[in-house]
């Protein structure tokens, strides 16, 4: 072809191979509903390690009220790089954990157990799916 339209194949051998990572995205109007939050969290604020208290971490309480049928709820956590050098050595990990706790706030973060033990990751990106079951709130 003479001419770029922005379109190029691979085989998934080849992008395992000379990729670590792969963003796919969707069509926000595929969902009939959906909520955006913007909040600043400076890195270093709360404890340097998570794994003894979360109690300082941003917590949000998400209640679902009509889910006779079931469904799914996609969570996206975003961190926004602005500096360079955060991008080239990126040293900051993200996750989503989820609890089922009555919009309560959560010190430890094993007690109560994660719904949702999001692993983490280093990405500026941390996608998580819930999944409820016919007649569950959350």
């Not at 949000?60 to 969570?75: M, V, Y």
């Not at 309560?104 to 996608?127: A, M, T």
Request: aromatic share 16%.
């Amino acid at each position: 072809a003479n001419f770029d339209n922005g379109v190029f194949w691979i085989d998934y051998r080849s992008l395992q191979k000379y990729f670590d990572i792969l963003y796919m995205n969707w069509s926000p109007s595929l969902f009939r509903h959906s909520f955006h939050l913007h909040q600043l969290w400076k890195a270093g604020s709360g404890p340097a390690k998570d794994v003894i208290n979360i109690g300082e971490n941003p917590q949000f309480s998400l209640e679902i009220r009509d889910c006779a049928n079931g469904g799914a709820i996609w969570l996206l956590l975003s961190r926004h790089i602005t500096d360079i050098e955060d991008f080239r050595n990126n040293k900051e990990y993200i996750t989503l954990l989820v609890y089922k706790n009555n919009g309560k706030r959560v010190y430890y973060p094993f007690e109560p157990p994660p719904y949702i033990d999001g692993v983490r990751i280093n990405s500026p990106h941390y996608l998580t799916k819930m999944v409820l079951p016919k007649g569950e709130a959350v």
